[in-house]
């Protein structure tokens, strides 16, 4: 002890004989139990504040922030329409568009072996006449009542058909034409609708203006010629 000093401890301080009061280091708010343990643990460990900013992103309210989002955008989506009115004047937008498309099971109704053209039917599409392709090597092993999946080519011509009268629907067309779909520019995808309900989608080429179609276009359907034809014969004959 220094001379001429006489200290004593009392509460948290240190009491010289010269009434100077010195801060003691075992009490607040340099140490002791009064100071706070849990930013004590901070200090000590350096991981109060990561653990607690960790928390909160790992809590699910971020996660059904983004399942609220997903559903949300979700229940914008439409399905496709094709019964849409067309924007614009009457005209045609591009005929012979050529595209092949697999067809569904018909019967062979005749055949024209010279001039190379096949009648068939189906329970859902109409009776077509279809020329043959040169191409098309097995058109002799092709009977009537014989079973046929052709391959045709065909030319498509997009239009806009003229408006309706009032008290119309709205459709241009009427309804026993078939209308654009969906239209996929970057797949060069053409989906049409038949007036019965039927889709088909067309792989179209690289000049073709899809950019100037829209759902609701009107589009002529002409069959050009078989390409391919694959024949199932009756179990009644060889």
Request: a positive charge.
């Amino acid at each position: 002890m220094m001379r001429g000093i006489d200290e004593t401890q009392s509460s948290g301080a240190i009491v010289s004989s010269a009434g100077l009061k010195k801060p003691n280091r075992n009490s607040p708010p340099y140490g002791g139990k009064a100071f706070p343990a849990r930013i004590g643990r901070m200090r000590s460990t350096g991981r109060g504040p990561h653990i607690r900013m960790q928390d909160c992103f790992s809590s699910p309210r971020p996660k059904l922030s983004l399942v609220a989002i997903t559903m949300l955008m979700s229940s914008c989506w439409t399905a496709p329409n094709a019964n849409l009115r067309p924007k614009g004047e009457p005209r045609v937008i591009e005929d012979s568009i050529e595209v092949e498309v697999s067809m569904r099971p018909m019967r062979v109704e005749s055949i024209d072996r010279v001039k190379r053209i096949l009648v068939a039917s189906s329970t859902e599409a109409p009776t077509i006449e279809m020329k043959i392709a040169p191409r098309v090597g097995n058109l002799e092993d092709v009977h009537p009542g014989d079973q046929i999946r052709p391959k045709v080519r065909e030319k498509l011509t997009v239009y806009v058909a003229p408006q309706p009268e009032r008290g119309g629907s709205g459709v241009t067309g009427g309804p026993h034409v078939s209308r654009v779909l969906v239209i996929d520019p970057s797949y060069r995808l053409l989906a049409v609708q038949y007036p019965d309900g039927r889709t088909d989608t067309f792989k179209v080429g690289l000049d073709t203006r899809l950019k100037d179609m829209e759902p609701g276009d009107s589009v002529a359907v002409n069959t050009f010629e078989a390409v391919d034809l694959r024949i199932r014969h009756p179990s009644s004959r060889p």
